[in-house]
C-alpha cells in the first residue's frame, strides 16, 4: 500500500510593532514603497503577537491556497498583497529546488494557512503588520529558505509596509530607500531589546471597532491633499530619524519621549490638513494627551503618548517610571481590565492629595476599554503549537 504524501509544517509567532517615528504615505502602491522612513520599538510577544501555522502538502491538489484568520476562512484571491507576499516566496524555494533536485517541490503544493491574534484586528493596534510578519515567517521556515529577516522584510513590506519591522525585534528602522524596484526599502535593526530592555509601554484601548477609514487609504488622501505632507516627507522625518536613533543609541529617554511626541502630533496634523480631514484622534485620545502632558508637568519627560492611525495612546515610559506613570494612569483606570496583579500597590499623588479630576483626567477614565502592558521584545519565534 502506498504512504500517504507528506504534510509539511511550520509555526511561528510574530510580534506587533509601535512605530515612534510613523511611516505614512506611499509612492509605490502596488510595490508598497514608503515616501519616508520610519522607525519602531518590537513590543513582547507574550503581550500582543499574530500566531500563523503554514501547511504544505501534494494531497492538497487541486484545491488552491486557503487561509483562515481569527477562525474565518478568507479569500486568498481577492488580497493582492498576500498573493504577492505567497509569489515571492514560492521564487525563493523554486530557485533552491532547482539548484538541488533532492528537494521535495514545496513550491508547487497548494498552501493551508491559519494565523490568528490574541488582540483586535484593523483597530489600530498595527495586526496587519504582525499579520504578515507572522505569515512570511512561517512559509520561510516552511519552505526552508536561508534568507536573513532583512531579505525577507522586502517581502513582508509587500504585505503591509509596517511589518517588514516586525520581523526583527527591539528597535528597528524602515529604510524608505530610493530603487524604483524597492530592492532597498527594507527593514534594519537599529539596537536589539538587550540593548535599552527597560523599555515599556502601556497601550489605552478606546476603541476596539474597525477604523472608519483604513490606513491604505488615508494615505492616499493625505498624498494627494495634505498641503504639510511635503515639508513632513522632507524636513520633518529625516530630522526626527536622526535624533530618535541617536536617543535609541545613548538610551536618552528626554530625546526619546519628545520626539516621539513631536513626530505623532505631525503625523495626526498631516492627517488632519487632508481634504477631507482624517479624523484618527477622538476626545479619549486628546484626554490621554493631558494627561501625560500633567505627569511631565514638572518639566522632566517620564513618559510619552503616540497613535497610529487609531485612537488608542501607546504611551512609553522607562521601568523606573513605571510606579509614577502607571500609578497615576492605574488610579484612573482602576475598574479597566488587564492590570496585572503586580502593578496593584502602585499609588497616584494626585488621588492621595484629594484633588478633583480634571476633565481629561475624567474623559479618559470614563472612555477606556482595556489596558495592555507591554515592553519591548524580540523577533519572530518559531513554536511547535500548531493551528493546522
Not at 195 to 209: C, G, K, T, Y
Not at 344 to 354: I, N
Request: proline share 6%; hydrophobic share 40%; with cysteine.
Amino acid at each position: 500500500m502506498a504512504s500517504s504524501p507528506t504534510i509539511y509544517r511550520s509555526s511561528t509567532t510574530a510580534p506587533v510593532n509601535i512605530a515612534v517615528v510613523k511611516y505614512w504615505g506611499k509612492r509605490d502602491t502596488v510595490l508598497n514603497l514608503p515616501t519616508n522612513s520610519s522607525l519602531s520599538v518590537t513590543l513582547s510577544q507574550g503581550d500582543l503577537r499574530a500566531h500563523t501555522t503554514a501547511t504544505c502538502s501534494e494531497s492538497y491538489s487541486p484545491q488552491p491556497d486557503s487561509l483562515v484568520l481569527n477562525g474565518q476562512p478568507e479569500d486568498i484571491q481577492a488580497s493582492k498583497r498576500t498573493l504577492a507576499c505567497l509569489l515571492s516566496l514560492r521564487s525563493l524555494r523554486a530557485k533552491l529546488e532547482s539548484a538541488d533536485s533532492s528537494l521535495p517541490k514545496l513550491s508547487s503544493y497548494p498552501l493551508r494557512i491559519a494565523s490568528k491574534n490574541n488582540f483586535p484586528t484593523a483597530a489600530g493596534l498595527a495586526s496587519s503588520a504582525a499579520g504578515f510578519a507572522a505569515l512570511v515567517r512561517a512559509i520561510a521556515d516552511l519552505y526552508e529558505l536561508p534568507h536573513t529577516p532583512e531579505q525577507l522584510s522586502l517581502i513582508a513590506r509587500q504585505g503591509s509596509g509596517s511589518a517588514c519591522r516586525s520581523l526583527m525585534g527591539g528597535y528597528v528602522a524602515w529604510r524608505a530607500g530610493i530603487q524604483e524596484d524597492g530592492s532597498d526599502s527594507m527593514a534594519q535593526e537599529v539596537a536589539p531589546a538587550s540593548h535599552w530592555p527597560e523599555m515599556r509601554a502601556l497601550i489605552l484601548v478606546v476603541s476596539a471597532e474597525k477604523k472608519a477609514i483604513s490606513s491604505t487609504a488615508g494615505m492616499q488622501v493625505t498624498v494627494k491633499t495634505s498641503d504639510l505632507f511635503k515639508s513632513r516627507v522632507e524636513q520633518t522625518v529625516p530630522k526626527h530619524m536622526t535624533l530618535m536613533e541617536q536617543a535609541i543609541r545613548e538610551r536618552d529617554f528626554q530625546l526619546f519621549a519628545e520626539v516621539t511626541m513631536r513626530d505623532s502630533n505631525s503625523f495626526h496634523a498631516v492627517c488632519r490638513d487632508s481634504w477631507p480631514p482624517i479624523d484618527y484622534l477622538n476626545d479619549v485620545s486628546l484626554a490621554a494627551c493631558r494627561v501625560v502632558e500633567a505627569i511631565n508637568g514638572d518639566g522632566k519627560y517620564y513618559c510619552a503618548y503616540t497613535f497610529d492611525a487609531g485612537p488608542n495612546p501607546v504611551i512609553y515610559y522607562l521601568e523606573g517610571a513605571a510606579a509614577k506613570v502607571e500609578g497615576t494612569l492605574r488610579v484612573l483606570l482602576h475598574h479597566v481590565e488587564g492590570w496585572p496583579p503586580s502593578h496593584a500597590g502602585f499609588t497616584q499623588p494626585l488621588a492621595e492629595s484629594g484633588k478633583e479630576l480634571t476633565k481629561a483626567e475624567r474623559t479618559l477614565a470614563a472612555g477606556i476599554s482595556r489596558v495592555i502592558c507591554s515592553r519591548v521584545g524580540g523577533a519572530p519565534e518559531r513554536t511547535s503549537e500548531h493551528l493546522l
